[in-house]
């Protein structure tokens, strides 16, 4: 029976037609029964080259890491043979990816027969068909596009200017168009209350890309239009990670920022996950944030112009040429980000996000209904000059973990804004108190109660917020061991990842911003002028062990079932 079964597949997988074959096979077959094992089949369909026959047994392999090797070995094979675009796909469907990263640069180290290197064609089609078709060069799309400006943008010297709303780019739009709902590619812009990611699937399709010389497409760069990470879902049994949340549709906003064409926020951004991922897998201590600090001799100068009596400032002009003279005197301010490289867009958003609590905290933009500035909370008789400082921090109620924690969701708001009160000597050195008055305090409670209506009206917080969410992610990484337990390498996104994401400038400087309020008819000048802070990202505390609340009902663990991922084709890397 069994003789039969395995002549059957010989003959079915080898394409055998002569009878005389057929008959010399019957005769060979007991006395070389070992050729009948999964490996000496596929070595001998090696030797005769043929390679679909060897795949088919491959796939079908008893565990993935058979599975795996076996592919490893045909890709080699082809590769060998001269069948270099043939061996890239091969390559492309080993699951591990430390060994499709080895099967990968085996491929595209070996040069094609005639001497030139591979290609490719067998590679571009896969890509181009399975993974947003409409919108590459070949059928007229533009390709790939990854807008790095935010809000703000930084000159040759590090300065940081205040940015200006502009059109969105030809080839955006263009590849907006090409990706509209109802193409096989547009799937993902419809909208999803709970879209989910898989973080493997997804950097197979990146390296991919790679081994082509492209840049991830737009859907991959916006994560199929994730608004916001609330929940990371965990399958060891089939190699998945999985960042789960509402999703939508998208357009390119104002400043150039990427947003939910419904809400106006801002979405997760693949070059941000990477950044964070990165600082997060460093050590358990890691963190990452950002400082902008009034220099010392600058203060000093502010509190000689303070120290003189202050003119009547009775019209506007007269206010703001007194402004003037004192941004002047107090000079640029310092900008150091840590934790993260200075030149990344995370690094530029939490530098835009800090500056722009700081101009709403000085009167100088708008804050939102119920929120009053610092200074129109100032009253009578006015506070001391001082040094203030506001910084943004984590602000999660909790990190909640079903009992096998293989499911984690994320609940609160993400951010909030902490306050203290500086002394400030003559000489313009700052002395930390660790209090904060009753005014100053009064304005960070403010800022954080309204934060979701900050989100809504500046998109700056809103990313801000989702570099923090992805700070969760990181740590949940880093502490639960989850790259360990589904057996991801992380050769793409991890530490010594392969994939870069887009860089610009540092930001090192800033202007100072200034801002005074008169009391009691002109009599009385409250200015404030030079305020410091910064953002402090320090995910480790929410996802100790200790800390992580457990979800005794299991609703997150009924989430998890729900989201599980299906046997989806090579192409799918999101699903809802």
């Not at 703001?320 to 005197?329: A, D, I, V």
Request: hydrophobic share 40%; aromatic share 6%.
């Amino acid at each position: 029976m069994s003789r039969r079964r395995q002549l059957g597949l010989s003959l079915a997988g080898g394409q055998f037609i002569s009878i005389a074959l057929f008959s010399q096979i019957i005769i060979l077959a007991p006395t070389c029964a070992p050729a009948q094992e999964p490996e000496a089949r596929i070595a001998a369909h090696l030797a005769a080259g043929d390679f679909q026959s060897a795949k088919a047994i491959a796939r079908n392999a008893p565990n993935q890491g058979q599975h795996d090797a076996w592919l490893g070995q045909i890709a080699a094979a082809q590769a060998r043979a001269g069948s270099s675009d043939e061996a890239l796909l091969t390559a492309g469907e080993i699951y591990d990816d430390r060994a499709r990263v080895d099967a990968l640069a085996g491929v595209m180290g070996r040069p094609r027969g005639g001497g030139t290197m591979a290609d490719f064609d067998a590679l571009i089609d896969l890509i181009t068909t399975t993974i947003e078709p409409t919108t590459w060069d070949t059928v007229g799309g533009p390709g790939s596009i990854a807008p790095f400006p935010t809000g703000v943008y930084i000159d040759a010297r590090g300065l940081v200017q205040e940015g200006t709303a502009q059109a969105p780019p030809a080839g955006l739009a263009t590849l907006r168009e090409a990706s509209a709902p109802g193409g096989r590619g547009g799937d993902a812009r419809r909208a999803s209350p709970l879209r989910k990611v898989s973080l493997p699937r997804l950097e197979r399709h990146v390296r991919l890309l790679q081994a082509l010389g492209r840049q991830p497409t737009e859907t991959m760069q916006v994560l199929a239009g994730l608004e916001r990470v609330e929940y990371v879902f965990v399958y060891p049994e089939c190699g998945e990670l999985v960042l789960a949340g509402p999703a939508s549709d998208w357009t390119l906003g104002p400043e150039g920022r990427v947003v939910a064409t419904a809400s106006g926020r801002p979405l997760v951004r693949l070059d941000d996950l990477v950044v964070v991922l990165r600082q997060l897998m460093g050590a358990a201590d890691a963190r990452f944030g950002c400082l902008i600090t009034p220099r010392q001799e600058g203060l000093a100068r502010v509190q000689e112009v303070l120290s003189r009596p202050a003119p009547a400032l009775r019209s506007g002009g007269q206010r703001n040429t007194w402004l003037e003279q004192l941004r002047g005197s107090l000079g640029v301010q310092d900008i150091e980000v840590y934790g993260l490289d200075p030149t990344t867009r995370a690094a530029a958003v939490m530098v835009e996000a800090d500056y722009r609590m700081k101009l709403v905290g000085m009167g100088l933009e708008d804050g939102t209904p119920g929120l009053k500035s610092y200074l129109e909370m100032v009253e009578v008789p006015p506070p001391p000059m001082s040094v203030l400082r506001w910084w943004f921090t984590l602000d999660y109620e909790a990190v909640v973990a079903d009992a096998d924690h293989l499911a984690f969701a994320f609940r609160g708001q993400g951010l909030k804004v902490l306050s203290e009160n500086e002394l400030l000597t003559a000489e313009g050195e700052r002395v930390h108190t660790g209090r904060s008055e009753a005014l100053n305090r009064r304005f960070a409670e403010s800022f954080t109660e309204h934060f979701g209506d900050l989100c809504d009206k500046y998109p700056v917080y809103a990313e801000l917020r989702n570099l923090a969410d992805l700070a969760i992610v990181g740590a949940l990484v880093r502490e639960e061991g989850l790259a360990e337990r589904i057996g991801w390498g992380m050769t793409c996104f991890g530490p010594a990842g392969s994939y870069a994401p887009l860089r610009g400038r540092a930001p090192r400087q800033i202007h100072t911003v200034a801002n005074c309020r008169v009391i009691r008819d002109g009599n009385q000048v409250h200015t404030l002028a030079g305020v410091s802070g910064g953002v402090r990202i320090d995910a480790a505390p929410l996802v100790a062990r200790g800390a992580m609340e457990i979800d005794r009902y299991g609703k997150v663990a009924g989430r998890r079932a729900t989201a599980a991922p299906e046997n989806f084709s090579l192409g799918t890397w999101w699903w809802d």
